[in-house]
């Protein structure tokens, strides 16, 4: 099946140091890739669709400047984290897709649970 | 805007039961899917709903979908311990390709 690696897993650092996560599409291209950040025991918070080639498109309330993202390629995105501080803390996780609109799932990576002290 | 409500948010019950996740959403949509997530881990994908009346089995899971009453349910037959997870709704928005989660459910299932 389709695979969706995520990395690094996790990533304890200091606060105002920029943080680089990696998604890649193993076995399959992916033209849209998407971030997710996950706070304890609450649901997934989309932050941006990522697009092969072009800007990333971010939801309302995310900081474009704060979260950076990159598609360089069909099986690479790349989020990262910016002079990162406490409240940046939090599991992001990252999602594609196989195929047409809809009529697959979405398949995530393992995430990253970032600590920022 | 597109509203994803999950209930129960949370479910305890004892091995052998039945029961039912209930998930509504505000706004049309021609997707739905269920995943499942334990503890620290990532997402895992359970079911994609496409139609009305799409209804899914894998094991002890079944899922459906009512579009007319924006309503799919995840009925879990005979639960056993190994179905502790919490599980998420979602559904697609319009015309792009993102999905809008719900709270999600945590099942904790008592051996």
């Known amino acids: 099946g389709a695979v969706v690696s995520q990395h690094p897993s996790r990533v304890i650092c200091k606060s105002g140091t920029s943080v680089k996560i990696e998604c890649r599409s193993l076995?399959?291209?992916?033209?849209?890739m998407f971030w997710y950040r996950q706070f304890p025991k609450k649901s997934l918070m989309l932050m941006a669709t990522?697009?092969?080639?072009?800007?990333?498109?971010?939801e309302q309330g995310v900081e474009k400047d704060k979260f950076l993202i990159n598609h360089a390629s069909l099986t690479l995105s790349t989020l990262t984290v910016t002079s990162a501080h406490p409240e940046d803390s939090s599991f992001y996780i990252c999602?594609?897709?196989?195929?047409?609109?809809?009529?697959?799932?979405?398949?995530f990576g393992d995430g990253t649970r970032l600590s920022i002290l | 805007e597109l509203k994803v409500e999950q209930n129960p948010l949370f479910l305890s019950m004892q091995e052998g039961k039945n029961y039912t996740i209930y998930c509504n959403y505000s706004?049309?949509?021609?997707?739905l899917y269920w995943y499942r997530q334990d503890p620290g881990k990532s997402l895992e994908s359970l079911f994609v709903?496409?139609?009305?009346?799409a209804v899914k089995q894998e094991g002890r899971l079944m899922a459906s979908l009512d579009t007319k009453a924006r309503l799919s349910t995840l009925h879990i037959t005979a639960a056993v311990h190994d179905l502790s997870a919490t599980y998420f709704c979602?559904?697609?928005?319009?015309?792009?390709?993102?999905?809008?989660f719900g709270k999600g459910t945590r099942l904790h299932i008592l051996p």
């Open positions: 999602s594609a897709r196989v195929g047409g609109l809809g009529n697959q799932p979405q398949h």
């Open positions: 076995d399959f291209q992916a033209t849209t």
């Open positions: 990522s697009n092969e080639g072009s800007k990333a498109t971010y």
């Open positions: 706004t049309t949509s021609d997707r």
């Open positions: 709903l496409l139609s009305n009346g």
């Open positions: 979602a559904v697609g928005r319009g015309r792009d390709d993102k999905i809008i």
